[in-house]
């Protein structure tokens, strides 16, 4: 995944603990997002079982949903 700001860079070279409950990493939610396009909570839930615990690590989950979509679409003006 090409995240743009410095933070996810080192976030995702250290791989770091997104959801403390189920012990899923970031390069595996990545991967969810980016390898198998999928594109909501639900759908990250079900293929990883990423956040199907306190739900504490959802905010976090729907903000790389997020910084994905502002990527592809920054991406589709690029001529
Ligand atoms: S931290 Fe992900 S469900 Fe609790």
Redesign the pocket.
């Known amino acids: 995944m090409q995240f743009a700001d410095h933070n996810h860079h080192s976030e995702l070279a250290n791989d770091v603990l ?5 012990k ?1 990493r970031l390069s595996t939610i990545a991967d969810a997002i980016e390898v198998c396009g999928l594109n909501s909570i639900r759908d990250i839930r079900c293929a990883t079982g ?9 905010i976090r ?1 729907r903000q790389l949903l997020h910084q994905r979509a502002v990527e592809r679409d920054a991406a589709m003006l690029v001529p």
Do not use: Y
């Open positions: 997104i959801c403390r409950c189920l899923v990423a956040g199907d615990g306190c739900t504490a690590c959802h989950i």
